[in-house]
């Protein structure tokens, strides 16, 4: 994050003595990306972070990717995708889509996860419904309908739902952040900007928990590892730096309005490696006098667009099929645009009451299993009104 949190007990220089109670030292640790050139956190844990009893290879089921052809665009309903009575926000998140950079999942979890850290990127998770707390190694997030979270790579952390929690996964494989044009030369949000620090929340205080002996799931490059620490890996008395999770409420975005339609750049809410994502929110819509306030036909001859649609009703697309609750994937190599009838019904239109998370990524998505179990079959259709054949 861009900019500095100090929560708990610290020392007050850095890598110096800092003794518990007892006059034992406490194990500091950075946690720092990009070698040790960019943001970082220094960490005081009671235990040491390095303490491991046993580390085991664990299957990875999430199925293989398939390509996106015959090339169409295409709808996903994710209320058809079935969980279990006691699925976890972990190990039963279910893969949507994916390519090198990323990987798209979705889960509605209701027990709470195991401890799980992602060692290959950052994780962006969005809470589309429910509440859940976000336990993690810096401390606690408590997250509701509308946050986006923002975990760091290597942060170990658990969800714990209260009841059932919605909750649409972006795995990346790098760094996930605030889009560079919103940041002066030393991290701050400037005024151009959407939103600023005084929307973002981070952990207030630690979380610190007895254990031994205890397992956390790790992804990385190879694969997965259950590794077992000697101790429990939430025993952190202070920390201070500029990388930790956070959340952010798409309600905060302050949506970029003009006078003719305004194109997705003005929604971008976050960037990672090859893709960002836009918050679409409620807005009054283009003032001119001539203004069509729905999208116009485009051809994103770079990226593949992904709609998650979450509140309210999407003017460009009624009639189409889509919900709340519904993905829609448009391809690099597809025109697409309005629903037929939509621009002519915008016209004289002041205000969309909308919200729906986008992502493009600039290489293709493929599919994962769970857009075959959530697929609508005749979307690529609804322009034309004509099924093949």
Same mark, same amino acid.
């Given at each position: ?14 890598? #110096? ?32 972070? #390095? ?8 299957? %990875? ?29 972990? #190990? ?49 997030? =408590? ?55 005084? %929307? ?50 798409? %309600? ?16 971008? =809410? ?84 909308? #919200? ?34």
């Amino acid at each position: 994050m861009p900019y500095y949190r100090r929560v708990g007990e610290i020392p007050h220089k850095r890598h #110096t003595q800092f003794r518990t109670p007892e006059g034992a030292l406490y194990a500091e640790e950075l946690m720092g990306v990009e070698g040790f050139s960019a943001d970082s956190a220094l960490l005081y844990h009671r235990g040491l972070p #390095t303490a491991i009893v046993d580390a085991v290879a664990v299957p %990875d089921e999430r199925g293989e990717l398939q390509p996106n052809h015959p090339l169409k665009p295409r709808h996903f309903r994710t209320g058809d995708l079935k969980f279990t009575a006691d699925a976890d926000a972990v #190990t039963d998140r279910r893969r949507l889509f994916g390519n090198a950079d990323v990987s798209i999942g979705f889960v509605v979890a209701t027990k709470p996860s195991p401890l799980y850290r992602n060692a290959a990127g950052d994780e962006l998770l969005y809470v589309s419904g429910g509440t859940a707390t976000v336990e993690t190694v810096y401390g606690v997030l =408590t997250v509701g309908d509308g946050d986006y979270v923002v975990i760091p790579t290597s942060c170990t952390y658990r969800v714990v739902p209260d009841g059932a929690v919605n909750l649409y996964i972006l795995e990346a494989r790098g760094h996930i952040g605030p889009p560079k044009r919103y940041l002066s030369a030393k991290g701050q949000f400037l005024e151009h900007s959407p939103y600023c620090e005084r %929307d973002i929340r981070g952990p207030v205080e630690p979380h610190v928990v007895d254990g031994t002996d205890v397992d956390v799931l790790v992804r990385h490059r190879a694969g997965l590892t259950r590794y077992t620490y000697a101790t429990h890996p939430f025993d952190v008395v202070g920390w201070d730096g500029c990388l930790y999770p956070w959340a952010f409420n798409i %309600d905060d975005f302050e949506p970029i309005t003009g006078r003719v339609h305004q194109p997705p750049p003005v929604h971008q =809410t976050f960037e990672g490696p090859n893709f960002v994502v836009c918050s679409f929110c409620p807005r009054k819509v283009d003032y001119h006098p001539g203004s069509i306030p729905v999208p116009y036909n485009h051809a994103n001859v770079d990226s593949d667009e992904l709609m998650f649609y979450v509140r309210g009703n999407y003017e460009a697309r009624k009639g189409s099929g889509i919900g709340i609750g519904s993905l829609s994937l448009h391809p690099s190599g597809f025109t697409h645009g309005p629903q037929p009838g939509a621009a002519e019904a915008s016209i004289g239109a002041d205000y969309f009451d909308e #919200t729906a998370v986008m992502v493009d990524t600039f290489a293709p998505l493929d599919l994962g299993e769970a857009a075959g179990a959530s697929e609508d079959p005749g979307y690529a259709w609804t322009w034309s009104g004509r099924a093949p054949g």
